[in-house]
């Protein structure tokens, strides 16, 4: 068995893949974002606040947050991917709405819905963090009240190497593999999401924490880039770049 | 939105003047835009606009075993999905009547039309043969979703290479040069029924006005694979030729503009 010595894209450990990130980008939905990293790829589109049905699902405290996490047919890196929600869905779903919710200010909207639908054309590993990201913007571009913005990342380790943002072939590397998907409050600095697949121990851990936020940093940019492309104003220069 | 009743009086108003909510002709596309190599996991696959409307379509391809009927033949699977992403108005659940009239519609056409050689997806008669499955996904749904759905289900066969072959088991990663076999192009083009007018390539705003629609699957010579009528106006022979002739024309100019992008 070889041992990992080298990122097969020449990257450096803590580099992330190149990103691209759009808003707006689903004319029907009341906000939308794409967002790409490497060969991951992610829509979403948010739909809310709106009547939350069935009714005896309305909270009149406060209104509810619902992600959806969905794999195109041909959006695998193998056979097709059957439509529906499968278990996998169905635990991104709850896991990408446990990552956004701390951010949203869903008391605004008691007996209402903001639903998220995210949907993946291509995938390359990262996938679920890659939908948090985009579902986070689209929840900015669709002018939900947030207190924060949310940007996700997966780390990750491959025999004693840490490394930031694994792909496909490095998740599937032969030796020992822990991948780890993270997601963080920009200015909190905390984290929202923690999922672990893989044997990793404490100190490995907290380094990956460090990492994961050096990293979602630099999604954030993209992110707030992506925002500013679409909303700024011309001629306002007290936005800062 | 506007009532379905008030929504048709304005329309069939404007109508009447031959004007359109977006000032085109009543035989006039908006911007069609077609781009292939779009899912890097798909074996081919290709995105449609048609104005706002945004469709993406995937192939996969995967080795199963014929049906009885067709031993040496390939196997064909097509299938719409109208995802909540899309539309307000799409709901999440198994594939509704609309998604389902969609795909099967997309599929006679490819099917009847004879698109793809399925005898050359034959390894071994009656027991191994390549299937080929059309997936294609709605991401925004401005109206039309019949037309762009068979565009980019065409443009994606176009766009398909075959994944290379380890014995009988696929490596999805290596895509070999090999085009899938396509014999012969075929899209669909629908045409609607509003009062006494006709008119393509509708948004969600002007089906809502529709009293009926017929969209046929042809090919460039004029021949026709697959038809269906929909709505629920009954249609006089008169007006079957008007919606016929109005359709003919439409695929030609799709084909012509598929044809453009992808030679």
């Known amino acids: ?241 | 939105m506007l009532s379905s009743k008030s929504a048709k009086q304005h329309l069939a108003k404007y109508l009447k003047e031959g004007l359109r909510y977006d000032s085109r002709e009543l035989d006039e596309y908006r911007e069609i835009t077609i781009e292939t190599g779009v899912s890097s996991t798909a074996e081919g696959s290709a995105r449609v606009k048609l104005g706002k409307t945004e469709v993406i379509a995937g192939i996969k391809l995967s080795l199963e075993t014929p049906y009885p009927d067709t031993p040496e033949n390939g196997n064909l699977m097509v299938e719409v999905s109208l995802p909540s992403l899309a539309s307000p108005e799409y709901e999440s659940g198994p594939p509704g009547i609309d998604a389902i009239e969609f795909s099967r519609v997309v599929d006679r056409g490819i099917r009847e039309g004879k698109i793809i050689d399925t005898k050359k997806l034959c390894l071994r008669p009656g027991e191994k043969v390549w299937n080929v499955s059309i997936d294609i996904v709605v991401i925004n749904n401005d109206g039309n979703i019949m037309d762009a759905s068979g565009i980019a289900a065409m443009a994606a066969l176009l766009d398909t290479t075959m994944p290379k072959l380890e014995g009988d088991t696929v490596s999805y990663k290596e895509k070999t040069k090999n085009r899938l076999p396509i014999s012969s192009w075929v899209v669909p083009a629908t045409v609607h029924k509003v009062g006494d007018h006709f008119l393509v390539d509708l948004t969600c705003e002007e089906e809502e006005a529709s009293d009926g629609r017929l969209t046929l699957a042809a090919k460039e010579d004029g021949r026709i694979y697959a038809l269906q009528k929909g709505g629920d106006s009954p249609l006089s022979k008169e007006e079957l030729d008007a919606m016929l002739k109005l359709g003919l024309a439409s695929g030609k100019k799709i084909l012509a503009k598929l044809k453009e992008v992808l030679k």
Do not use: W
């Open chain 1, 1 to 241: 068995m070889m041992s990992f010595s080298k990122r097969i894209d020449g990257r450096s450990l803590t580099d992330l893949r190149p990103m691209e990130a759009k808003v707006g980008v689903i004319d029907k939905a009341d906000g939308s974002a794409y967002f790409k990293i490497g060969n991951t790829a992610a829509y979403a589109a948010v739909y809310g606040p709106r009547q939350m049905l069935p009714r005896f699902m309305q909270d009149p405290r406060k209104g509810v947050l619902r992600c959806s996490y969905s794999m195109m047919p041909f959006s695998g890196m193998g056979e097709r991917v059957r439509p529906g929600q499968n278990r996998r869905a169905k635990e991104i779903s709850m896991v990408t709405e446990k990552a956004i919710l701390p951010v949203v200010d869903i008391e605004k909207f008691p007996n209402s819905v903001v639903d998220v639908f995210i949907e993946l054309p291509q995938t390359d590993a990262g996938s679920r963090c890659a939908g948090i990201t985009a579902a986070a913007l689209a929840l900015a571009d669709a002018g939900i009240p947030m207190k924060d913005m949310i940007s996700s990342v997966a780390c990750g380790k491959i025999d004693d190497k840490l490394l930031v943002d694994l792909r496909y072939e490095e998740e599937a590397f032969e030796g020992e593999v822990c991948d780890i998907p993270f997601a963080f409050m920009h200015n909190s600095g905390k984290m929202t999401l923690l999922q672990g697949d893989g044997a990793v121990d404490a100190e490995s851990l907290l380094n990956l924490f460090d990492m994961a936020k050096e990293a979602a940093e630099k999604i954030y940019e993209v992110q707030k880039n992506a925002l500013l492309d679409k909303y700024k104003v011309e001629g306002d220069l007290d936005v800062e770049q």
